[in-house]
Structure formats: structure tokens, C-alpha cells
């Protein structure tokens, strides 16, 4: 019998907002992150929720490629037309709720150490929050990288 200071992630669904995208899971999310217990499942389902609120926002003005039916949802598009948008979708929110979930722990201590290590997730965080553009970049049909924004940068 081995001892675990961390709890198994329990499993909760999050309703999704808005019924054309899909609903998300703290366990997948927890899997996908690699979050182990020490992360409540409340703390998580607010990051998300919260995630889910802001990427929603950014897709409303989704103008996809090919038509959409009345009642098709994001995994319907999928289907019908060969993309994999809830794949971009999901990854963008569970980047940007790891990138929220980063920035609240790290300054859980205050002591100079703890300044020391949260000065270390800067980068880390930046690079969720890069992630997260970037899905919401592929998902907006900005795939190619000399026609969307995208900018590559030779540092000298």
C-alpha cells in the first residue's frame, strides 16, 4: 500500500455556455494538463468556466468556411466537413485555464522564494496563453502562416 499526498481528480462535467460548443470534463481536463489532486476540482471548474466565458467571446464572430444547419453543434461541423475544431476548441480553453490556474498558485506563498519561483512561470504562462491564440487562430480558418498575423522573429 503506497501513500499519496494528493487526492484522485474527481470527475465533473462543466456545462458548456453555449450549446454549439461542447461541454468540458475536470477529469480530462486534469489528464490532458496533467493536474494532479492538489488542484480542487471547484478551482478547476472555475477556471474553465471562466476560460470557456472569454473563448466564447472570441468565437462568437466565427464566420466558419462552410455553412452551418440551425441545430449543428461544433462536433456536428466536425463531422460534416473533416475539421477538428473541438480538438482547437478545448485546447484553447484548457491553456488558458492552466495559464489562470498557474497565475492564482503561484503566488500562494509570500515569501522571497516564492517571488523567485513565480518569476520563473512567466514564461510558462505565456506559453499557454500563445497556445491558446494560436488554436483560436486555426479554428478562425488563420492556418496559413503568411496570411494570418502569424510573425516569425529572428532575434540577432
Do not use: C
Not at 497565475?103 to 517571488?115: G, K, L, N, P
Not at 492556418?143 to 494570418?148: A, M, N, R, V
Amino acid at each position: 500500500m503506497g501513500f499519496s499526498a494528493t487526492s484522485p481528480v474527481i470527475d465533473t462535467n462543466v456545462k458548456n455556455l453555449h450549446p454549439f460548443f461542447p461541454d468540458l470534463s475536470t477529469k480530462e481536463f486534469a489528464d490532458a494538463s496533467r493536474l494532479d489532486g492538489s488542484v480542487t476540482p471547484e478551482r478547476m471548474k472555475q477556471a474553465l468556466l471562466f476560460s470557456m466565458a472569454e473563448i466564447n467571446r472570441e468565437l462568437k464572430i466565427v464566420k466558419f468556411p462552410l455553412p452551418i444547419l440551425p441545430a449543428m453543434t461544433l462536433a456536428d461541423y466536425d463531422l460534416a466537413y473533416l475539421t477538428n475544431n473541438v480538438f482547437l476548441y478545448k485546447t484553447a480553453i484548457w491553456n488558458e485555464a492552466r495559464a489562470k490556474l498557474t497565475e492564482h498558485y503561484r503566488d500562494f506563498d509570500s515569501t522571497s522564494d516564492s517571488t523567485k519561483r513565480g518569476d520563473l512561470l512567466t514564461p510558462q504562462i505565456d506559453a499557454y496563453r500563445r497556445d491558446v491564440r494560436h488554436a483560436i487562430n486555426l479554428i478562425l480558418g488563420n492556418d496559413d502562416p503568411d496570411d494570418s498575423g502569424f510573425m516569425v522573429v529572428e532575434l540577432i
